[in-house]
């Protein structure tokens, strides 16, 4: 069985079930590697990869658990939720981002088997800021510059002139030595 995923794709979930062989494979090597083997895709992203071992997430169901980690949401769940829950053993949770935004065709067989689609929660656009007079910044553009006075000019000047006295009075001295 074949699964189409489409180029640029996000906030979708899926969630399969890992046959045995699988499983053992997945403990005992690089776990991504080889679900990306077995789904006969090139590589997925291990950001967006989980595998989940049913024994630990007995107590809460499967389906309480991808409801809490992955925000899907209940009424997604309701039909599901029995299905889910009644699994054993281990399965793959895979976020649109392992495919790296590729369209790719994933090879479902006996050891991975697509047990739900599910999506995530649509991040709505944040709300525009508010307009607040103290937001606005009292700013008027650049300060414009003074011009040097005639005091401080003559005052860089001798400062120049006395830098260039006192150099040559220790040359001066450094060659009389």
Known sequence: MSLEVTSGEHGVVRVFSLGYRVSMELQHFEAVDKLAQALQVDRLNPEDVQIVDLNA??????????IEAYGVTEEEMAPLAESLNALQGHVAVLRS?????????????????????????????????????????????????????????????????????FAFTIMFVWIAS
Not at 124 to 147: H, I
């Open 57 to 66: 997430v007995r107590d809460m169901g499967l389906s309480s658990f991808l």
């Open 97 to 165: 981002g392992a495919f790296q935004g590729a369209a790719l065709t994933l090879a479902a067989s006996d050891d991975v088997r697509l047990v739900a689609t599910l999506h995530e929660p649509r991040m709505s656009a944040p709300a525009p800021m508010p307009d607040f007079e103290s937001a606005r910044g009292t700013s008027k553009g650049p300060k414009e510059r003074k011009p040097v006075s005639d005091k401080a000019m003559s005052g860089r000047i001798a400062m120049y002139a006395l830098l260039a006295v």
